[in-house]
């Protein structure tokens, strides 16, 4: 599975939007990128994934860039149980799910 | 609510015990996957059943152990346990292997005291 760059910290101002972004210069063609959150010990939450197509779904937008290097989820309006450490991860078609590795993540702080 | 439940949600217990830790998938999903979370490590993975079936192993020690059911749900048994297995351990699920959403248990925080 191709690494993926995150920066280690956000923040944010409720109620604004929160881009945050993921690099992942080495994908593959075939390879899909999958974001989670995980709110304070918690279990990391499912938010969306996407192959080349940009995705919406009732929480978040996923922005894939063109050459698929980079992308940006994106939190219309951030509030503040969005706090979290969010994880970008890329994963293959036939990749077991189970090999893909959390990483360290962003941790998205939204302020009053 | 991600339909994965996991108990128990704490277990406190001394140096060279052994506990179980079981987990319930969500309705329909056929795979099982354990993560082990310590303080100054990320998500790690222990291991993965589909089906009853052992499909893939991670990090996985040699005092620990797997086994999922035939009603599909999953217990992680761990041995002669050492301090440094105090950790947050996460069960998943999905409806097959490969690439499919992972949806995560609340987890079982394991002390050793």
């Known amino acids: 599975d191709a690494k993926t760059t995150q920066p280690p910290s956000m923040d944010c101002a409720e109620g604004r939007a929160a881009n945050l972004p993921c690099n992942h210069s080495?994908?593959?063609?075939?390879?899909?990128v999958y974001w989670y959150r995980q709110i304070h010990s918690q279990g990391p939450q499912y938010i969306i994934h996407?192959?080349?197509n940009n995705e919406t779904n009732e929480m978040a937008s996923l922005i894939i860039t063109e050459d698929r290097k980079s992308s940006t989820l994106i939190l219309p309006h951030a509030t503040l149980r969005d706090t979290a450490v969010y994880y970008c991860i890329v994963r293959g078609l036939n990749t077991n799910a189970g090999k893909s590795t959390f990483g360290d993540g962003t941790t998205l702080t939204v302020k009053p | 609510d991600s339909g994965v439940t996991q108990t128990p949600k704490h277990l406190i217990t001394a140096t060279g015990q052994r506990v179980t830790l079981r987990c319930s998938p969500r309705s329909g999903d056929l795979s099982v996957y354990w993560y082990q979370q310590s303080l100054d490590q990320g998500l790690q993975f222990l291991i993965q059943?589909?089906?009853?079936?052992?499909?893939a192993k991670g990090n996985i020690l040699e005092r620990f152990s797997a086994q999922q059911f035939p009603d599909l749900h999953s217990e992680l048994n761990l041995s002669s346990l050492e301090l440094g297995d105090s950790a947050l351990y996460f069960c998943a699920s999905s409806e097959g292997v490969g690439n499919q959403p992972q949806h995560f248990g609340d987890g079982t925080r394991l002390s050793i005291l």
């Open positions: 996407g192959l080349k």
């Open positions: 059943y589909y089906n009853g079936e052992e499909r």
């Open positions: 080495t994908i593959s063609e075939n390879e899909y």
